[in-house]
DNA sequence: TTGTATGCGTTATCAA
DNA sequence: TTGATAACGCATACAA
């Protein structure tokens, strides 16, 4: 474990304030109390005379007196503070995690220190550890693969956290879906429809856990009957709309040996869709198609696609739960899978009219 | 990913743990040096010798020191910390703001503190509040209406702040979008298309000044060029794809009015668009569309769409380097309206290929 | 109910 | 180059 990973530059001092903030003490004297009674007034007030209390807090009014942090962070051993780690978070869904995640939290008066470090890899560990210097109470982590690095840094601080978007594991400490039954559903939706060959637009498996998994989980649940995932209908691209519209160009050549496709993604499903509504493929009379979804947009914009819904919101709400449970000392709910859904959307009108007249 | 490599037992709570973590006064007595000696060693190496180097170095390691972020915000005066107000978060394109706002920050060191409140929340001051009160060095606040007693609470504090996507203000300390150039040059661009009446789909003016901003740099472009706003074609619905859907079949009957839509954003457009394609108008033969653009994605699906497009990413690095400079006490560039782009595609194919058989 | 004193872990000042 | 010591601002155990 090397270090040597200061955050802070040696240099400049913090711009040059020449009036310190108030401190209890400005606030005890103008009050004519001591420091500790303006403690006590402002956070044990039933500790306190009313009299004393209104002192008190005229004096923190006409100061604009505002707790230092630190300070109480130092002796309390607590900064009322979560961090919250998610790659690629501009992208996608996580988003939405983030913003369910700050709200359960930030109604309890825990702020969301949020780190969204670009690349994954060695510099998780050092991500983790600017925030763990800043003293957070406890840690969110968006996905499977954390690294040794970054599991051992946790354990030997004995930070609370959890994995957000993770299967189950020995550790307990993660929150995901349901992903193998996602898959199943989805699958047997298809083979329901009469499918057997299926073409598949995900993520790259070489950057994610999450997308290996997926990918298996898929495999496994067309194994289960008799489906099988056709080979040049197999496309890997990142998360995104455009990518969804390529991939889908990129692999209708080869349409006689599918006829269904699966996507990983409401965003990669729209721009698929897009592609097949410009290269005139009717949905779902020439080919069906189906996706996760995690923003349920894809599904509004063109009904006839049948999606799983993963309930993005709820597991961060979840995660937010798990970790005031463990800050409270609470028992652990055992966290488990949350449950998913088959949407199934009829056409709310003609997606194509043109094709109608 | 090995996780026996943990000390702790799964069941063992990390809040029961005893031990504290290791300070700077056990790494100092690890190697047998002073505490000071540790916190140059570690921070001004250039001071210490490199046999003591050596040693404190291997204690640090042996130890897992972690700096206690509290106390030398304590002594520093400084938690090397931002805060980031950004209300309603999850939705459209400020996920994109804060993500490139915290890679600007941290690449400096700095941690990003979000707070996401929802309207009716906690007033828009006790949120700042609990950010200053962890002590962040700076905050960058998304709108332009900020009540006046956040801008007091910003000031009485002397805390280096920025308003994003606020129009130039007396006060400095706002970044933003050329906003009336961006009405001026959709308006002018469908002026020159022939248009003269025109439908509009916004967010509602009464929850968002931008809002309103943005109305009131519509109605004046037009009204430079002689054109006008159709009234029954006005609509004002919140940000979202479906939303867009919805309100354009609202305005659908009036079509007689007006020729073109403007939609405030690209969600709403491409929900406009979907609804146009369900109907059956050809866009743009029979109705042009344009919108103010922030997540180039509308356009992609629906390439006969003009956009002017709002540079995000260059917002919050521009918030950031702004904040930056703020913090090193460098002198301020006065920060300028970003600039902005018509966006004209052209079809990449038949939208409706049915229509053209 | 209130005051006093101590310690939290770090950096900075001043000696050595 | 290093060590001792004094802040930093707050909460709390203990005394009054």
Redesign the pocket.
């Given at each position: 474990m090397s270090r040597r990973a200061s955050v802070?530059p040696a240099s400049d001092p913090p711009s040059a304030g020449v009036a310190?903030?108030a401190?209890?003490?400005d606030v005890a004297k103008l009050a004519g109390?001591?420091?500790?009674?303006v403690?006590?007034s402002?956070?044990?007030p039933q500790?306190?005379?009313g009299?004393?209390?209104e002192r008190v807090q005229d004096a923190v009014d006409r100061l604009g007196y505002l707790?230092?942090g630190a300070?109480?962070a130092?002796?309390?051993r607590r900064t009322m503070t979560v961090g919250a780690v998610v790659p690629r978070f501009g992208s996608s869904s996580f988003p939405a995690l983030v913003q369910s995640l700050e709200t359960r939290m930030s109604a309890q008066g825990y702020t969301l220190l949020l780190s969204a470090p670009d690349q994954r890899g060695p510099n998780a560990a050092s991500v983790l550890r600017a925030l763990l210097e800043r003293g957070v109470d406890a840690v969110a982590l968006l996905g499977v693969e954390q690294p040794a690095s970054v599991l051992n840094l946790l354990h030997a601080h004995a930070v609370p956290y959890v994995l957000m978007w993770a299967p189950p594991n020995a550790e307990g400490r993660c929150i995901g879906f349901d992903e193998p039954r996602a898959s199943r559903l989805l699958v047997e939706h298809l083979h329901g429809l009469g499918h057997r060959n299926v073409a598949y637009i995900g993520a790259p498996g070489a950057d994610s856990e999450r997308a290996r998994r997926r990918f298996n989980d898929l495999t496994r649940a067309m194994a289960a009957c008799g489906m099988r995932l056709c080979n040049d209908g197999f496309i890997e691209i990142d998360h995104g709309f455009g990518e969804g519209f390529t991939a889908m160009r990129a692999i209708l050549p080869h349409r006689a040996q599918y006829s269904a496709v699966i996507c990983s993604s409401d965003y990669l499903a729209a721009g698929a869709l897009a592609a097949l509504d410009q290269a005139g493929i009717a949905v779902p009379g020439e080919l069906s198609v189906a996706s996760f979804n995690d923003n349920e947009f894809a599904a509004f914009v063109h009904p006839p696609l049948t999606t799983v819904r993963l309930p993005i919101r709820e597991l961060g709400e979840q995660a937010a739960n798990y970790l005031l449970a463990y800050l409270r000392d609470e028992p652990l709910a055992p966290p488990t899978a949350l449950p998913v859904h088959l949407q199934i959307r009829a056409s709310t009108g003609p997606t194509r009219p043109g094709a109608t007249a």
């Open positions: 802070y310190r903030a401190s209890l003490a109390v001591s420091a500790g009674t403690s006590r402002l956070y044990r500790m306190i005379s009299a004393t209390r707790a230092n300070a109480r130092l002796t309390m």
